[in-house]
């Protein structure tokens, strides 16, 4: 007897619950060569630098090769004040390496050009630049290789980066025209080719500080300008199309009326679908962009192609991105500059008008095909057919003449009057 028969209970057990094995962790095993601690401290993450094979930690140099590492002076020609510095070197069975110095090859310098005192007084003479400040700017570009904003700090005058620029490019410029045998020879060199503009860089650099320190509100605002240009360009839309439509189809009919009529067409017009009139859509998106009044070219581009594509439909925008992609044009501009981005949005007008030529053509070939079997319009349904073979006299058709008839041509001239049928002869069985 237990304590379950004195008070009464089941001596059922109670229902075991299996405690639930917990998935195993991958155990991650330390590779060969790296030692414990520093396994530990990396966590068996990648290094950032490519580990060394563990093989070649291992590897042991060959037995005739005695390897030694010796602290010696090396000579450096990126230095021109014959600096004597030491450092280790690996030396192989008692042959120390020999050349230039292995990091000397990163010493780039900028090549300037220098002037004499006779050009500087035939060329260089400048009323707002004296002789002493113009050799204290060469002589900071050719320290600083062209660092500008680092010559400026060091330059002794108060100038500004803008002018130390203009100065520094305008001299030689001139010293290269001036050097040079003919213009042809330095015309392709891009100090020639393109020269610095000072104006348009401050003006580009005031552009850009207006827009950085634009707030949150006045983006805001921008958005808002944007939206509403949007919203009422759309509200536009409906309108031109159906007037466009109507003009369509007035020019249809007159050149229905003409052909018709016979008489030659003055001047052949395209319809107004085949190329896409986006005038007001590109004046609107322009008055929007100057109410920006600072916004980025690539920005303006969008916008315009956007205007330019809205009466286009989602396939004819996909089918002018693929012609692009087949002539091998990037669909944005690498370089946006203001002649790029008006060269692209020509292209993809001029594709577009050709996606849509293609369109009519395909339209009218269509239209031919079907209205070949059909009746010629203008043509009178109450227009007697007379053949030719029938006189106006009323006169028999031969036999050859009724076979060479069309079918279906009936004539209505009056039939020849009936002839009397000739008397048969008697026969003996008669009689």
Not at 174 to 196: C, F, N, W
Not at 292 to 311: D, F
């Amino acid at each position: 007897m237990d304590a379950k028969d004195i008070l009464g209970l089941p001596k059922t057990s109670l229902p075991i619950q299996e405690k639930k094995s917990r998935p195993q962790k991958d155990s991650q095993r330390k590779p060969d060569g790296i030692s414990r601690e520093v396994y530990a401290l990396t966590g068996g993450l990648a290094p950032l630098m490519p580990a060394i094979d563990s093989s070649q930690l291992k590897k042991r140099p060959p037995s005739d090769e005695k390897i030694t590492w010796q602290w010696l002076p090396f000579a450096n020609s990126a230095r021109k004040d014959n600096l004597q510095l030491y450092h280790w070197v690996r030396v192989v069975n008692g042959l120390p390496p020999t050349g230039d110095y292995s990091f000397a090859k990163y010493n780039k310098s900028v090549d300037i050009i220098k002037y004499t005192d006779e050009e500087y007084e035939k060329y260089l003479t400048n009323p707002m630049w004296t002789k002493e400040e113009t050799d204290q700017l060469f002589d900071l570009c050719e320290r600083f290789d062209l660092r500008f904003i680092v010559i400026a700090d060091r330059f002794p005058s108060s100038r500004t980066v803008e002018e130390l620029k203009d100065r520094y490019y305008s001299v030689s410029r001139t010293l290269l025209i001036a050097r040079a045998q003919s213009s042809g020879d330095v015309a392709m060199h891009p100090l020639v080719k393109e020269p610095y503009n000072v104006s348009q860089e401050v003006e580009r650099k005031r552009a850009l500080s207006m827009y950085l320190s634009q707030t949150k509100q006045q983006e805001r605002k921008d958005q808002e300008v944007l939206a509403e240009a949007k919203r009422i360009t759309e509200s536009r839309m409906p309108a031109k199309v159906a007037e466009e439509s109507e003009a369509a189809a007035a020019s249809n009919a007159g050149a229905e009326e003409r052909a018709v009529s016979g008489d030659p067409p003055s001047s052949v017009q395209l319809p107004s679908t085949v190329v896409p009139s986006t005038t007001a859509d590109n004046a609107a998106t322009l008055a929007s962009l100057r109410m920006l009044r600072v916004y980025l070219r690539t920005y303006a581009l969008e916008q315009m192609v956007q205007a330019a594509s809205s009466s286009a439909g989602l396939r004819t925008i996909k089918r002018v991105e693929q012609t692009l992609q087949e002539l091998g044009v990037n669909l944005k501009p690498r370089v946006p500059t203001k002649a790029v981005c008006a060269e692209h949005l020509e292209l993809r007008k001029e594709i577009l008008t050709l996606l849509n030529l293609q369109k009519q053509l395909q339209y009218k070939e269509a239209e031919g095909r079907d209205g070949s079997y059909t009746e010629t319009p203008g043509t009178p349904k109450d227009r007697t057919f007379i053949p030719d073979s029938m006189s106006f006299g009323g006169e028999r058709i031969g036999k050859r003449d009724q076979k060479r008839k069309a079918p279906g041509r009936i004539s209505e001239a009056p039939s020849s009057p009936a002839q009397s049928k000739r008397p048969r002869k008697l026969k003996a069985s008669d009689l």
